[in-house]
């Protein structure tokens, strides 16, 4: 007893206590940090007995010390000093000993947490991920064929082993690690494999066990999951979303983790596939097989975060004179996305027609630059609901814009008897519009050529226009106005030269011509060079009948008011 109570504070106390007690004939440590085994180790330090400090132990030492006051106001070398610099000198520069010791503060806590033990350790693993990813960087540098430094391309998880280290921490613990390399500025995307590596170590280990508890862990998981994703786009997968979004769905996680949830999903829907919309409807077994109006608020999300993006900064975006923008390409995928989904959805008998409806008009009018998809998903609804009334199938087919199918789809439209009348005339008569052009495209030379010119201008720029998004057609009108002020500068240049030379002209004839014979070669050469200007601004020949086209001289003087 002596060795103890030399070198422990609160055992010379309570000795002292139990002294003035003859009947006492035990002492008892209430709430022994570490238990039995971390006072044998106090124990064998006080007799003297060797032992090695480890990373398993080390913080058991530092919190029995504290707890028996085993400092140096007692003993010199004492436990608490021994363990602290340990902790201090080894475990701190080591990234496995740090989460190792974190590991076992886990039944040590709160204590091990006001002796900032967990504290020092989590400081200690972020620095060293941030070290270790600035290291990584620098050993890719490499100097290019040009004499360039250059950056290679990064492997897989380069600099990133420790992944697999923090998958044992518990869930509280492994929060608070990923806050601090947050803060320290660890990549985006390594946090984001690190969320993927627990998520699928805590939720699939678990999987075959079923039990209250068991689902309160799976939820408690799931929750911290979605608050340490990462802010930046495409940091995880968007099937690593779509998975969390349906445990969290199972798990009845709260709404505002699935709102969450679904806003990042739509900020990246473009890269996802068919599978990962078809999410099952776990709480709803006897209604839709699937759950749409998590699809639904998806693809709002998607469409409300792509008109933010266009109305951020207009004139820069405006300014833009390419062909295809990102957003008006994503529109594409998710619009095509979004017609096989619904085709996959639409035989489920138990489908409301109001969610399908509002699932097919979730995004813009110019997403879709044909509706040969849209049309399929239709029909398989309506043969799949044929006790649909008149009004309902009207109001189906008010989705499809029927000039934007193919000649294929038209073909079949015409005769599908499931439409109803008044979409098969809207078919029949874009079918009749399309037959027409063609016609006249094949006899460009026949009668009322400038009218048919102009009809089958005006209706393939208007199919054009409803393919193109509304950014995308300003761009293209700005362009073709630049492009019609510099040709209204050539012709007024033009015209200026042209009048200088008929004023040369004019002034040269009166001074060789007198008389009546110098009055007739007057009149003659205005009418020669009034034909020479018309047919140089407008490109006719010097023979053409200027009385012919009164339209033209309209032009001329509109052009020369301008």
């Given at each position: ?18 002294c003035r007690d003859t ?364 006790n649909l009334s008149d ?37 029949l008569y874009y079918e ?131």
């Amino acid at each position: 007893m002596f060795p103890l109570v030399s070198r422990s504070g609160r055992i010379r106390k309570l000795v002292s206590e139990h002294c003035r007690d003859t009947n006492a004939s035990r002492i008892e440590l209430v709430s022994l940090p570490g238990g039995p085994e971390a006072f044998e180790l106090a124990a064998q330090f006080c007799y003297g007995v060797n032992f090695e400090i480890t990373a398993a132990n080390v913080a058991h030492l530092c919190c029995v010390s504290d707890y028996l006051e085993m400092t140096e106001d007692y003993s010199k070398n004492n436990l608490n000093s021994r363990a602290e610099e340990y902790l201090h000198s080894v475990v701190i520069k080591s990234l496995e000993m740090c989460v190792e010791v974190l590991q076992h503060c886990e039944t040590l806590l709160p204590l091990a947490d006001s002796l900032k033990i967990v504290t020092r350790c989590i400081d200690a693993i972020a620095s060293k991920t941030c070290v270790e990813q600035i290291a990584s960087s620098f050993s890719r540098l490499e100097y290019s064929s040009s004499g360039r430094l250059h950056m290679s391309k990064q492997t897989k998880n380069e600099g990133d082993w420790w992944i697999e280290d923090l998958s044992v921490l518990r869930i509280d613990l492994y929060e608070r690690v990923i806050a601090a390399m947050k803060c320290r500025g660890v990549r985006p995307e390594s946090i984001g494999a690190s969320l993927m590596s627990y998520a699928q170590k805590e939720l699939l280990k678990k999987s075959s066990q079923k039990s209250d508890s068991i689902s309160g862990h799976e939820r408690l998981v799931v929750e911290t999951i979605i608050t340490l994703l990462p802010v930046e786009k495409f940091a995880v997968p968007v099937n690593f979303l779509f998975g969390l979004l349906r445990s969290a769905v199972s798990l009845d996680c709260t709404v505002a983790c699935r709102l969450n949830l679904e806003r990042r999903i739509g900020s990246q829907l473009d890269t996802a596939t068919l599978d990962d919309l078809l999410i099952p409807a776990f709480r709803h077994a006897g209604d839709t097989l699937f759950d749409v109006d998590t699809v639904h608020r998806i693809l709002v999300n998607f469409s409300q975060q792509d008109d933010s993006d266009d109305g951020m900064d207009d004139g820069s975006l405006f300014e833009s004179d390419s062909a295809s923008s990102p957003s008006q390409t994503a529109l594409f995928k998710v619009s095509t996305l979004l017609d096989n989904y619904l085709a996959e959805i639409a035989p489920d008998v138990n489908l409301k027609l109001h969610k399908f409806v509002a699932v097919a008009e979730s995004l813009p009018v110019h997403a879709r630059t044909a509706h040969d998809g849209l049309y399929r998903a239709i029909d398989v609804y309506l043969k799949a609901h044929p006790n649909l009334s008149d009004p309902e199938r009207q109001k189906l087919c008010k989705v499809i814009n029927f000039e934007k199918l193919s000649q294929e789809a038209g073909a079949h439209a015409a005769q599908n008897e499931r439409l109803p009348l008044q979409s098969i005339v809207q078919v029949l008569y874009y079918e009749q519009l399309r037959l027409r052009n063609a016609l006249l495209c094949s006899y460009p030379d026949d009668g009322g050529d400038g009218k048919a010119v102009q009809q089958s201008w005006r209706i393939s720029s208007g199919a054009l226009s409803a393919a193109m998004s509304p950014r995308d057609n300003y761009a293209s009108l700005r362009r073709e106005n630049r492009e019609l002020k510099l040709e209204l500068a050539r012709l007024r240049m033009r015209l200026n030269d042209l009048e200088k030379e008929h004023v040369s002209m004019k002034k040269n004839m009166m001074e060789k011509t007198t008389g009546s014979s110098g009055k007739l070669m007057k009149m003659t050469m205005k009418k020669i060079v009034g034909r020479r200007l018309i047919g140089s601004i407008f490109g006719f020949g010097h023979s053409a009948d200027s009385s012919s086209s009164p339209s033209k001289h309209c032009k001329l003087r509109h052009s020369r008011n301008m």
